[in-house]
């Protein structure tokens, strides 16, 4: 069965720091998804990572894939205050019949 | 914007009543995804449907029950409501069979409170 965790499941952190948020999953995968959740709002795709080594970089978020460690991370750079929400991780595979398996999400806070 | 859409953005009901959410997908997705996120809660899959048949089905309550019609559109029943079952109600497409991976797009959500 696939399963995805995320931690740290909450962050606070200050504005100007660097952070990560981990996602590891627990079988085969090449294909892992990133999303952005805003309080109270819809979730909006950040980032596609679809083979082992993938990284894409969007302002001060980049995202990376390592799929020998089962391992995703989000890596905040110089973070903002209107980087603050909920990232989703979330992977699909054969072992999920390709449904989407989302990870709890990292409520992320930063203060100014 | 996602290009999907859904209605109504709010509903409020009491209990032992029946809801209908609805969701049009973007333009050429095939596969439609329903979703329920209660306060502070993660997402909690519900039911994909691809090409107006029923493919996936997660956790959802025998009191619930979905469909999509011949234009695509999907529509999510949820009845015997009960005060638990108020929440934000998501609804997802994507292409599904053209494109080899899953990214998932998502609708404004309906949020559903029940008195």
């Known amino acids: 069965e696939l399963k995805v965790e995320q931690n740290p499941l909450f962050l606070s952190m200050q504005e100007g720091k660097n952070y990560t948020i981990y996602c590891n999953y627990s079988t085969t995968s090449d294909r892992l998804y990133w999303y952005r959740q805003d309080p109270g709002k819809s979730l909006e795709s950040l980032f596609v990572l679809l083979s082992n080594g993938a990284v894409k970089q969007e302002g001060r978020l980049m995202a990376s894939l390592d799929t020998k460690a089962r391992l995703s991370t989000l890596h905040i750079t110089a973070a903002v205050h209107d980087l603050s929400a909920t990232y989703f991780c979330a992977v699909d595979g054969m072992d999920s019949n390709y449904q989407l398996i989302w990870g709890a999400g990292t409520k992320l806070i930063i203060k100014p | 914007d996602s290009g999907v859409t859904q209605t109504p953005k709010h509903l409020i009901t009491a209990t032992g009543q029946r809801v209908t959410l609805r969701c049009s997908p973007r333009?050429?997705?095939?596969?439609v995804y329903w979703y329920q996120q209660s306060l502070d809660q993660g997402l909690q899959f519900l039911i994909q449907y691809y090409n107006g048949e029923e493919r996936a089905k997660g956790n959802i309550l025998e009191r619930f029950s979905a469909q999509q019609f011949p234009d695509l559109h999907s529509e999510l029943n949820l009845s015997s409501l009960e005060l638990g079952d108020s929440a934000l109600y998501f609804c997802?497409?994507?292409?599904?069979?053209?494109?080899?991976?899953?990214?998932?797009?998502f609708g404004p959500g309906t949020r559903l409170t029940v008195l």
């Open positions: 333009s050429g997705d095939l596969s």
């Open positions: 997802a497409s994507s292409v599904k069979g053209t494109a080899n991976y899953n990214e998932q797009f």
